[in-house]
């Protein structure tokens, strides 16, 4: 099964993730790395989501591996694999690359873009996105701080096909975990980390088997969420001691 990943550049969570799924079996024929994972919305949800001495030191973290050329970036190419960069996911060249390579799935990660329908027909039978959220429910930016504030039992992750809309498309499989009261957000996300690498090796067995099978995304717990608001963050907080 040949494998083409998109994902960007994060310093904590992807390469757990990866660990998990790139060598267990699939071909990744090649990754791209996408811009604008950190925007200005993240960083200042970030920054009052994690705390000041938690986000000073992510903030460190994240500035030394984008100086020394990407903690993601010199994983992957240790692990063999190709890895090139891009500016805007659906600019022409891009996408005229992927067209002409021959792969199986379209894996996104962790991509900030709205991936098109002309790339997403790159694929040779799907397109894909792991979201670190239970769908339909956790839409969008977020997701298991989200559960957490609304004291949710579980969180968890799901594998779904990709269409021109954020976090649609019918459902693949999708896996939970039980969030405990010892649990930050931080260990949460590592878990979850953890769970969406297994979740997508076990995803690409069934797709290659032909025992695939799908599931809807829709109905009336569909719920998107945007970035929280500085003072949604702090009312939270406070209301849950997250």
């Known amino acids: 099964m040949k494998v083409y990943l998109i994902t960007a550049e994060d310093s904590f969570y992807t390469i757990p993730l990866l660990n998990e799924f790139i060598n267990d079996g699939c071909e990744i024929v090649e990754v791209a790395i996408v811009d604008g994972f950190i925007t200005k919305k993240r960083i200042i949800s970030s920054l009052y989501i994690y705390g000041f001495y938690r986000f000073l030191k992510m903030s460190i973290i994240t500035i030394w591996y984008k100086l020394v050329g990407g903690k993601v970036e010199k994983h992957l190419v240790n692990n063999g694999l190709k890895v090139i960069h891009v500016n805007q996911v659906n600019e022409e060249s891009f996408v005229k690359h992927l067209e002409s390579l021959n792969f199986d799935l379209l894996l996104s990660h962790n991509c900030p873009q709205l991936i098109k329908k002309r790339l997403l027909k790159t694929a040779g039978l799907y397109s894909i996105n792991l979201h670190m959220g239970l769908l339909p429910d956790y839409r969008g930016v ?28 019918k459902i693949i499989l999708q896996e939970s975990c039980l969030i405990s009261p010892e649990d930050s957000l931080f260990d949460l996300y590592i878990k979850a980390a953890h769970l969406g690498g297994r979740v997508i090796a076990k995803s690409i067995k069934l797709i290659e088997v032909g025992l695939v099978s799908f599931s809807n995304n829709d109905g009336l717990r569909k719920r998107y969420y945007g970035f929280p608001t500085v003072k949604e963050i702090l009312a939270l907080k406070k209301n849950n001691n997250t």
């Open 142 to 169: 977020f997701p298991i701080w989200r559960a957490m504030v609304n004291n949710e039992f579980f969180f968890g992750v799901t594998l779904h096909l990709m269409d021109e809309e954020f976090d649609n498309g």
